[in-house]
């Protein structure tokens, strides 16, 4: 949501395809709906569905998680192949399943405004490079997927500190920490005129050693 209001894109103008749909792509669908913005398309490890006016995420979740079938079998949407996927003309391209799924191969082909990375390095060096140079914004791995190694440093504090928060807590603490950090990236990028995928990694080794220097190599 913060890349679309930097960018002044509007959500209900905004569609999403999404290439994965297990823990975090699914997730990822259902949230993108809540918001208001349209989820055009889905896939698997088989392919994928599409549709331009929105697909129905809640029958599809219901659907997909109950059967022992692929997306396709489930016939809300007409079927297209996980490189037919990264192709199309959409708002946000979410990668969220496999890594180096965008190459100098395909690069050119992309036709989103934001590329958000789902899944782990799902875009080569060299793609990142093609990208850049076409105006494509891109949320970093390292930013974008961090919500779950967040979730289980909240996990291991209320451990530790027999802590026990409600989920509606969990949710807004991860989002302070997620919405800071796009926007300490995005500072750090715009200032120093860096990719934001250099200014993510730059972000990440200050606090680091930030945390060293204060409290010792072995606090």
Not at 35 to 58: M, Q, T, W, Y
Not at 210 to 217: S, V
């Amino acid at each position: 949501m913060e890349a679309l209001r930097h960018l002044k894109l509007d959500i209900q103008n905004t569609t999403v395809a999404i290439q994965g749909f297990g823990n975090v792509g699914s997730h990822t669908a259902r949230i993108m709906l809540e918001c208001g913005a349209r989820v055009i398309a889905v896939s698997d490890e088989k392919g994928g569905i599409h549709n331009s006016s929105g697909l129905d995420i809640p029958e599809l979740l219901k659907r997909y998680k109950t059967r022992d079938q692929s997306l396709r079998d489930t016939k809300l949407g007409d079927w297209l192949s996980n490189d037919e996927l990264l192709q199309l003309d959409c708002t946000v391209l979410i990668p969220a399943a496999l890594s180096e799924q965008i190459t100098e191969r395909n690069a050119a082909k992309l036709r989103c405004r934001i590329l958000a990375e789902g899944a782990n390095g799902p875009t080569t060096l060299e793609a990142d490079r093609i990208l850049q140079d076409q105006g494509v914004f891109i949320i970093p791995d390292i930013l974008a997927n961090s919500g779950g190694v967040i979730v289980s440093y909240f996990e291991w504090v209320q451990d530790v500190q027999r802590f026990s928060w409600k989920a509606y807590d969990i949710q807004e603490r991860l989002q302070d920490i997620l919405t800071s950090a796009f926007h300490r990236t995005l500072q750090l990028s715009v200032s120093k005129k860096i990719s934001m995928r250099m200014a993510a990694l730059m972000s990440g080794i200050d606090k680091v050693a930030q945390a060293h220097f204060y409290r010792g190599l072995y606090p």
